[in-house]
């Protein structure tokens, strides 16, 4: 199963992942923590994303192009995938189809998380991260057993850099001008669901699609 996730910054692409990972044994990709992983380590390409990701603009197709085609390499993507946050533009859309011609796959279904910008904007405050595993928590609407630490490890949690309103503002302003357009780009292939319900609920409607 290969499919894409697409939908606005907090929409809750990161949460149901995890439920795909698990039900569908496939890895979950998401470009977002590649890209946080690479600014923790200071290497190059962090170096050259952290300035766009702290202001909540996008990295440069090409760099996120060339990660991902790295990434596709990595034998647990041979029976499909999650993206998560990829593609973002129409040019990463054109260059992932260059990609997955090369490596003889194709996407199944592309997932569109639709949630107003208000309730993202209400979302993203209460949001806490396990960096190391991308696990996502919300202190209201899915808060972790133990207070500020992660289920499995009871490492600690963070709040994302990013996750500041105005920054938030600005990442929603990303969306609507370069990524939604993909709705478009994907219009015969595309399943929407309402990401305004309970978390629960949106998995359920997920899953009953792609069964
Ligand atoms: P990235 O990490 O991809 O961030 P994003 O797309 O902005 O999405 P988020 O991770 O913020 O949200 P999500 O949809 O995963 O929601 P979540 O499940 O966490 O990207 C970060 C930055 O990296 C970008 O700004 C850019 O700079 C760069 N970047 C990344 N990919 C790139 C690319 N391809 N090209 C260029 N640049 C790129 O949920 C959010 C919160 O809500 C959580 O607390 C969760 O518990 C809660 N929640 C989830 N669902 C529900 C629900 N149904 N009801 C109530 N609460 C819910």
Redesign the pocket.
């Known amino acids: 199963m290969k499919l894409i996730?697409l939908?606005?910054?907090?929409?809750?692409?990161?949460?149901?992942?995890k439920f795909l990972m698990d039900e569908f044994n496939i890895p979950q990709i998401?470009?977002?923590?590649?890209?946080?992983s690479h600014v923790k380590n200071n290497t190059l390409l962090g170096i050259k994303?952290k300035e766009?990701?702290n202001?909540?603009?996008?990295?440069?197709?090409v760099l996120?192009l060339e990660m991902m085609k790295l990434r596709f390499n990595d034998p647990d993507c041979i029976n499909g995938f999650i993206l998560?946050?990829?593609?973002?533009?129409i040019g990463?859309a054109e260059g992932l189809d260059k990609l997955l011609i090369e490596i003889n796959q194709k996407i199944d279904h592309v997932i569109i998380?639709q949630?107003d910008d208000d309730q993202?904007v209400k979302?993203?405050s209460?949001?806490?991260?396990h960096p190391k595993s991308g696990r996502?928590?919300?202190?209201?609407?899915?808060p972790p057993k133990n207070i500020g630490k992660d289920d499995l490890t009871n490492e600690d949690l963070i709040i994302?850099d990013?996750?500041k309103e105005e920054t938030v503002r600005n990442?929603l302003e990303?969306?609507h001008a370069q990524t939604k357009p993909l709705i478009d780009y994907y219009k015969n292939n595309v399943f929407k669901v309402d990401?305004?319900?309970?978390?629960e609920?949106?998995k359920n409607n997920i899953f009953n699609y792609l069964k």
């Open positions: 996730l939908g606005p910054p907090g929409g809750g692409k990161g949460t149901q992942s998401s470009t977002g923590d590649m890209l946080r994303a766009a990701m202001k909540g603009e996008l990295v440069n197709d996120i998560d946050g990829f593609p973002r533009t990463q998380i949630v993202i979302r993203m209460g949001r806490r991260l996502v928590y919300h202190i209201k609407y899915n994302r990013d996750d990442r990303v969306y990401g305004k319900k309970p978390i609920m949106v």
